[in-house]
């Protein structure tokens, strides 16, 4: 504990903040890993479903928070000197990474249930029916995805077009990271590179692609609640109120991290040799970035997604009650309740579920 005590290391309010934030990461980390476990024994037989991708994403991210923040209070009282470069670097844009692909993949969900409703003028009930690896019945079909499967193991023919897409532009993202902490590594040395330079316009970047996710989510969350409000049934008038808090909080959150990101040196805190930190402002700055801009989107999420699926879903023919735009069901569905006008919902109410 000596070492804490040396005058490299950050004040005591900000020393407090960090670890209380890493304690409130390591709770949403392990409700989202232990609802994981859970979902995971209700419906093993399925794979890997969309609820499941996203409490993995959540977790995860959560996870890299609480290492970032740990090792970077570490690191600035031991001295490190690669953790306020690169080393330090990569593990603050990791974390976010994965919390901006569970977002985008949030989003894709929500063009896919925009889409469906404008292409075929219903709802197929909930596009969450289904598990994120769709199966197919056709043997042709079946043949090729065996085929796709011993050079992709995770099955990636199986998952839709838009979530291919998500895939692709988290993996690019990521080679983002490692070339800008390569640059940063570079920049070291004798030569023109600024590192600071470098990781300054990384989180520009970061700033305007959470902007852009955020006005996405905004535009899509406005379609669906327009949807869903033509509806006159309980259950989609309570998805729309979902969906309407989800779009407000992660428009709020996001914009408040992005500005935190634009405009102070709170990302960078863990090259320590910037100094430029105010006690108090720099605290609530710090809750403003990491409690606001990821814990509590990240929460609710988390309640949103709270229903388990049926214990025995092999084994059911009918329709369960899923979160209509982010959840899964366990089970195939042979008949789906189709949402397409208030009449028609009201007619078919007295034999299926109405979700």
Same mark, same amino acid.
């Not at 925009?114 to 003028?121: L, T």
């Given at each position: 504990?000596?070492?804490?005590?040396?005058?490299?290391?950050?004040?005591?309010?900000?020393?407090?903040?960090?670890?209380?934030?890493?304690?409130?990461?390591?709770?949403?980390?392990? %409700?989202?890993?232990?609802?994981? =476990?859970?979902?995971?024994?209700?419906? /093993?037989?399925? +794979? $890997? @479903?969309?609820?499941?991708?996203?409490?993995?994403?959540?977790?995860?991210?959560? %996870?890299?928070?609480?290492?970032? =923040?740990?090792?970077?209070?570490?690191? /600035?009282?031991? +001295? $490190? @000197?690669?953790?306020?470069?690169?080393?330090?670097?990569?593990?603050?844009?990791?974390?976010?990474?994965?919390?901006?692909?569970?977002?985008?993949?949030?989003?894709?969900?929500?063009?896919?249930?925009?889409?469906?409703?404008?292409?075929?003028?219903?709802?197929?009930?909930?596009?969450?029916?289904?598990?994120?690896l769709e199966k197919t019945s056709n043997e042709s079909n079946l043949a090729s995805i065996d085929s796709h499967r011993k050079c992709f193991p995770f099955w990636f023919a199986r998952v839709g077009n838009r979530q291919k897409i998500v895939i692709l532009v988290t993996l690019l993202v990521f080679i983002i990271v490692v070339a800008f902490a390569v640059v940063i590594w570079i920049g070291l040395g004798k030569n023109p590179i600024d590192s600071e330079v470098a990781a300054r316009i990384y989180l520009y970047l970061s700033a305007i692609g959470m902007l852009l996710l955020g006005g996405a989510l905004a535009c899509y969350g406005i379609l669906l609640c327009l949807k869903m409000s033509r509806v006159r049934a309980e259950k989609p008038s309570s998805e729309m109120w979902k969906v309407a808090g989800l779009t407000i909080v992660s428009v709020l959150c996001f914009t408040s991290s992005s500005c935190v990101e634009l405009l102070t040196d709170i990302p960078m805190q863990y090259n320590w040799h910037l100094r430029r930190l105010n006690d108090v402002y720099s605290s609530l700055l710090l809750i403003l970035y990491y409690f606001v801009g990821s814990s509590i989107p990240s929460a609710l999420v988390l309640w949103v997604m709270r229903e388990l699926p049926p214990e025995e879903a092999a084994s059911i023919s009918e329709e369960s009650s899923t979160i209509a735009f982010v959840a899964d069901s366990s089970i195939a569905i042979h008949h789906p309740q189709r949402w397409t006008t208030a009449t028609s919902m009201q007619n078919q109410t007295s034999r299926a579920s109405p979700i």
């Open positions: 504990m000596s070492g804490f005590r040396d005058a490299r290391c950050f004040p005591r309010p900000i020393l407090a903040v960090n670890l209380a934030l890493a304690l409130l990461h390591v709770v949403v980390a392990f %409700l989202a890993f232990f609802q994981l =476990l859970r979902i995971h024994m209700r419906n /093993a037989q399925l +794979g $890997w @479903t969309r609820q499941k991708v996203f409490h993995v994403l959540i977790g995860s991210s959560n %996870l890299g928070y609480v290492i970032y =923040l740990a090792l970077t209070l570490v690191a /600035a009282c031991k +001295g $490190w @000197t690669c953790w306020s470069h690169s080393c330090g670097f990569v593990f603050m844009a990791f974390p976010k990474v994965l919390f901006f692909a569970a977002f985008l993949l949030l989003l894709s969900f929500w063009v896919d249930l925009c889409h469906q409703a404008d292409d075929d003028d219903d709802y197929e009930g909930s596009f969450c029916d289904n598990p994120l």
